[in-house]
């Protein structure tokens, strides 16, 4: 991973101003709902069990090809340790916003977090009432600046997405029963378990996602070098041949 030319592309601010703007406001407006104690969908007491979740992402480019499962798998199993009686339910989860950490965003917004958010609504399996939808966010926590750069320049997108999808279980399962509900029987026994099945491998989805940031930095850097307007060509990291499958087909590919 090249620090450098993160910390070197995104100085060039023209395109990025509005997309920091944003993340600041709804990363510290998503800090304070993902602390604060909201009204569970289900009324303190009430016993009812999850068997289908069921999930999908409002943009394919969100995380890997494998997130949508692995944040599936992990729910259901946090639900089947919640109960496993009681009226069957349905948990639908749309992902409606994933951002990874990034080192250039770590200098300028001054956060290197990671979040994913999800909108949920249960329906009841019997009579087909629907819960209001409400939403869940879940972090992974990081320093801005220099360090927090340094910080989310070293991190594994794979297994940050791993952890973020672990926690956003945990916390849609803290909407649905209640923080008081979840710290008794979230820890519980299961005797069901779903199991997961990824679409593709995650070494194949850690190629792609090599591939993709390589482009990613020569964009970036083609871009700096068009607003400096000194002639220079621009400083392009080399792309191996196997990432031809994963990048633009115009992107000039080298071995």
Known sequence: F???AQYRSFFNLGSLDMRAIKFIAF????????NCTTKPILPPGERAQIVDVRVTKADARMGTR???????VKTQNA???????????????????????????????????????????LTDN?????????????????????IGAIAASTVDPISDE???????????????????AFKKDGTSSQSKFAAAN????YEEEARR??????ESLNEREKERAEDQDEGLDPDLLPIPEHCAPYVKTNLKVTS
């Open 126 to 146: 019997a009579t087909g009432v629907s819960s209001k939808k409400q939403e869940v966010i879940a972090f992974n926590s990081r320093p801005g600046g220099i």
């Open 162 to 180: 791993k952890l973020l999808g672990t926690k956003l279980a945990e916390n849609i399962m803290k909407q649905v029963y209640g923080e008081e």
């Open 2 to 4: 090249n620090i450098a």
């Open 66 to 72: 494998n997130l949508e499962e692995d944040i599936r």
């Open 79 to 121: 639900a089947y340790r919640m109960s496993e009686t009681g009226p069957k339910k349905t948990l639908a989860v749309s992902i409606v916003r994933y951002e990874s950490a990034d080192p250039g965003r770590a200098i300028i917004v001054s956060t290197g977090s990671s979040l994913v958010t999800a909108e949920i609504i």
């Open 209 to 214: 996602l090599k591939c993709l940031n390589l």
């Open 27 to 34: 990363f510290f407006a998503g800090f304070a709902l993902a």
């Open 198 to 201: 990824y679409p593709v491998t």
